[in-house]
């Protein structure tokens, strides 16, 4: 995997593809091969080059235990696009991804011509301040999670009703889950960006054209925290996607791509 010195740390990427270039940017604790299953074979296949992101706190990059922001996130992912010659790209976010994303959108319009915002929040809600709250107790507790136990949380957490329901592909999210459990502890850093201020008011300010994607059975992030971004956001457009939780983009990779694809397809390079 390749790294790259931005911002005084070291920063791990991917590149794949030639093309009009996306930048991806994953979530808490996520690193940018997450992609690699669904979105980059479905991005490269129409054409373009794709670039995922190993955000700071999460190896190769940097662990930076001193912490760090948003606005930091945000810079690094600036100086990633600057440095690979990306600019003006296409850049995609999830979750706290989106959120870095947001602040990207903001400090250098520049850079960016589209975006696609993916489970985004303008603030932390009761609820997220709660599960933030409790995971940043349990990285202090020193309590390590049996794999099964975790896999069985993150099965509840973050799937649909729908794939809860199907034995079959349940037994595979969970194997998946089990195999790829994580220490939390070792991504403490980003767990603390959660709880976010709220950023509604300056979202008024971006310019770039927009698509906001809700998963419509998402417990994280419930729909209607993205339904504001998008309402926040002077050319934001919504789409929510039915049958899926906060993976959404992993449960129903096809219906998401599409509605990515269509969105660039719409002015396209």
Known sequence: MPTTSINGITLGFD??????????????????????????????AAGHRVVTVDNRGMPPSDPCPEGFTLADMAADTAGLIEDLGLAPCRVVGFSLGASIVQELLLARPDLVRQAVLMAPTGHADGLISAMTAAELDLCDSGVKLP?????????????????????????????????????????????ELQTMDNRLGAYARISCPCLVIGFGDDLVIRPHLS??????????????IPGCGHYGYLERPDTVNAAVLDFFAAAPA
Do not use: C, K
Request: proline content about 8%; glycine content about 8%; overall charge negative.
């Open 15 to 44: 590149d794949y593809g030639t093309g009009p270039p996306v930048v991806m940017v994953t979530g808490t604790g996520a690193p940018g091969r997450i992609w690699r299953t669904h979105q980059v074979p479905a991005l490269t």
């Open 147 to 191: 794999p099964r136990y975790a896999a069985y949380v993150n099965a509840l957490q973050n799937l649909s009703p729908r794939t809860l329901n199907d034995e079959a592909t349940l037994r595979d999210w969970l194997d998946v889950f089990e195999m790829t459990a994580v220490d939390m502890s070792a991504f403490r850093g980003q767990l």
């Open 227 to 240: 339904r504001e971004v998008a309402a926040a956001i002077p050319h934001g457009a919504y789409v929510e």
